[in-house]
Nanobody, 122 residues
Framework: VQLQASGGGLVQAGGSLRLSCVAS????????MGWFRQAPGKEREFVAA????????WYADSVKGRFTISRDNAKKMVYLQMNSLEPEDTAVYSC????????????????WGQGTLVTVSS
């Protein structure tokens, strides 16, 4: 699976952005997909994940109620709708395909896309 994220940019606090991740490969719908972010000088952290069917989703507490993950298996796309953005959300956001293990750990993912930068100004 090859992944490419897009949709980042500069937004004011309280604004919204929608990130997209396009995948290649025939088995996309079988993968749990996740979004992670890494702020300057910080560790990569889990943001959200979605099951292969899209029927189950998981969120970090810091984004719950503000971010929504979704997917379109026909288009091989995963999305992250981000609302009520805060300066603390500033980071490079990456999508990844889950391989097994603890869902919120980066080491549980083995395919990573190039990230997209989200900058939230106060």
């Amino acid at each position: 699976v090859q992944l490419q994220a897009s949709g980042g940019g500069l937004v004011q606090a309280g604004g919204s952005l929608r990130l997209s991740c396009v995948a290649s490969g025939r088995t996309f719908s079988s993968y749990v997909m996740g979004w992670f972010r890494q702020a300057p000088g910080k560790e990569r952290e889990f943001v959200a994940a979605i099951s292969g069917s899209g029927g189950s989703t998981w969120y970090a507490d810091s984004v719950k109620g503000r971010f929504t993950i979704s997917r379109d298996n026909a288009k091989k796309m995963v999305y992250l709708q981000m609302n009520s953005l805060e300066p603390e959300d500033t980071a490079v956001y990456s999508c990844a395909a889950y391989k097994g293990g603890i869902l919120y750990l980066p080491t549980s993912y083995d395919y990573w896309g190039q990230g997209t930068l989200v900058t939230v100004s106060s």
